[in-house]
């Protein structure tokens, strides 16, 4: 088969289906696909809400809980205790198959009926203002942590400690205000940078040490804007230039800005591929399209994924095998499906553990051979299975993620809306739905900004009881003890704005999950890059090879 080009059914932009891709549909018997991959991933990004958390009372308890789901969602929500509690069984909701109607219309009076999870903690411990956490301690406002403990205010954050203020960290200790940083320890202000320590305003270096506002170093200790300094030096400058000041940050961020207008810039980061185009990959053979990848071979269009090994359209999903279209999944042959873990052969699931052969399925765990929460035997599930697939096929249904109508989030409210951000106008004329009373308080603020304790000796517990206001957006919002002891002992000033409006300024910094063609600044060949060509102006981006060469 030749590759084939075809325009979306949703946004009519042309796209590309390679030889490789349709022997993946093949071997996984779905069709090819008729959206593109860009409308495939916001597609699959709608069904996820980090951090719109909302006051709610628990279905279950009437206990007045935090809650992904606002109070007017159709179906129960319980507290995560609640729903991991054995007093209640998914499968009193089972139903029978309807072969007269569409199957997703089925499935979505299932997952209509069937409690929701309030948020979704797993194996964490005080994580309640939390969402999707994974084995993690005392974590506050940090949207998908693995493996943390006491970091506060983030998205995604893994295996990392004592850390305030993140954005795609791993591995990394005592840093505040890091995008993109690995294996790092009192790094602050810093992006894309890899096993730097005690260093300030840094930008793609590697093993570097009391640096500050340095880019593309490698094993460099006292550098200040990429020059030599002695310890003197260093220590004076930060004497000079205390980072409690708003101003010193702005200065040292602005001076990297400019050096990395002239120093080469990689068109990509990653480490130890063969054959790979995106951003952020590592260990990789094989992996095209796709973002944020700790390992992985022959997959595609795969963003934040762990392991990734033959699959193609995942998002958030720790480790996957021979999945398609998948979000925040960890198993198998998953097909269609949500927040499935440790689960194989899972057919358009949503929130089901430690199971195989679902198909239909909400909330199950340990179980197998269920289609619409009802149990049946090997054999009767194959044939009924092989019985639905044909429907879904004449229907349209088969092959693709759950419909956009099914999302229990509105565009603004799920995560979406910060990869892909669009106007309430342009949301709704996408089909989409908008909610405008999303929670915040404005007008409660107890203390004036200029008041904020300067120096850090006098930063004190009691500000706990205070209520700021964002001076970007305006919106309240309050300190807890733990970061105030983190900005204490670090000599950082407070944040004068909220969480939400420091989150979507680290989210700015970021490439999209996007490539675009450019040309290496230094041999001419051509390159794919997350650089817009806006950025490709702004910076000289050279290609692998060249970079290599020059730097290292
Ligand atoms: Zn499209
Ligand atoms: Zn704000
Ligand atoms: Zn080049």
């Not at 069709?31 to 006051?55: E, G, I, S, V, W």
């Not at 702005?250 to 990689?266: G, T």
């Not at 990509?268 to 951003?279: E, L, P, Q």
């Amino acid at each position: 088969m030749n590759n084939e080009n075809k325009v979306c059914e949703k946004c009519k932009k042309d796209f590309e289906i390679t030889q490789d891709d349709f022997s993946f549909y093949q071997k996984i018997k779905v069709p090819a696909p008729l959206m593109c991959p860009q409308c495939r991933q916001q597609l699959r990004m709608l069904f996820r809400n980090f951090k719109t958390l909302y006051k709610r009372p628990s279905s279950k308890s009437g206990k007045n809980i935090v809650s992904m789901y606002s109070p007017e969602v159709k179906f129960p929500v319980y507290e995560s205790e609640e729903w991991w509690g054995d007093d209640w069984d998914p499968m009193d909701y089972g139903k029978n198959v309807d072969f007269s109607r569409p199957f997703f219309e089925q499935v979505y009076e299932l997952f209509n009926s069937v409690p929701h999870s309030a948020i979704v903690n797993t194996k964490s411990v005080n994580c309640e203002y939390s969402n999707f956490t994974f084995g993690s301690s005392n974590c506050y406002l940090v949207f998908g942590c693995v493996d943390d403990e006491e970091c506060d205010y983030g998205h995604i954050v893994w295996n990392s400690k004592d850390s305030v203020d993140n954005l795609y960290i791993f591995k990394s200790e005592s840093c505040y205000e890091c995008v993109d940083c690995l294996g790092s320890a009192k790094l602050y202000y810093s992006q894309e940078c890899e096993s730097c320590v005690d260093s300030i305003g840094l930008f793609d270096c590697r093993n570097c040490l009391n640096c500050i506002g340095c880019v593309g170093l490698m094993n460099k200790s006292y550098h200040i804007f990429d020059q030599p300094v002695t310890k003197e030096e260093y220590k004076d400058f930060l004497i000079r230039h205390p980072l409690t000041e708003e101003s010193t940050i702005e200065y040292i961020l602005k001076e990297q800005d400019k050096l990395r207008k002239v120093i080469p810039q990689r068109s990509f980061f990653g480490s130890h591929n063969t054959d790979v185009s995106g951003n952020h990959i590592y260990n990789s053979g094989n992996i095209h399209h796709s973002f944020d990848i700790k390992s992985g071979e022959d997959s595609k269009y795969c963003f934040i994924v762990r392991k990734a090994v033959d699959s193609y359209d995942a998002s958030f999903s720790p480790d996957i095998s021979e999945c398609y279209q998948v979000l925040a999944c960890t198993g198998s042959k998953i097909i269609g499906s949500h927040l499935v873990y440790d689960s194989n052969d899972i057919l358009y699931s949503d929130s089901c553990f430690n199971s195989n052969d679902l198909l239909g399925c909400f909330g199950l765990r340990k179980k197998s051979y269920c289609i619409l929460n009802k149990q049946y035997t090997k054999e009767e599930y194959e044939v009924l299975k092989g019985r639905i697939i044909e429907h879904m096929k004449e229907t349209g249904e088969w092959g693709g993620f759950f419909p956009l109508w099914m999302s229990p989030f509105a565009y603004n409210e799920s995560i979406v809306n910060e990869y892909i951000p669009l106007t309430k106008q342009t949301a709704l004329e996408q089909g989409f739905t908008w909610k405008d009373n999303i929670p915040s308080t404005k007008g409660q603020g107890t203390i004036q900004m200029e008041n904020l304790p300067k120096n850090p000796e006098e930063y004190k517990d009691d500000l706990i009881k205070e209520i700021l206001t964002c001076e970007s957006c305006e919106k309240n919002y309050k300190l807890i003890s733990r970061e105030i002891n983190f900005y204490k002992k670090n000599k950082l000033a407070i944040p004068r704005k909220c969480f939400n409006c420091r989150h979507a300024k680290r989210m700015s910094l970021r490439n999209s999950r996007n490539l675009w063609s450019g040309i290496c600044k230094k041999c001419s060949k051509e390159i794919k890059t997350s650089y817009t060509p806006e950025d490709q102006k702004k910076y000289p981006i050279y290609c692998e090879k060249c970079y290599q060469q020059e730097v290292y």
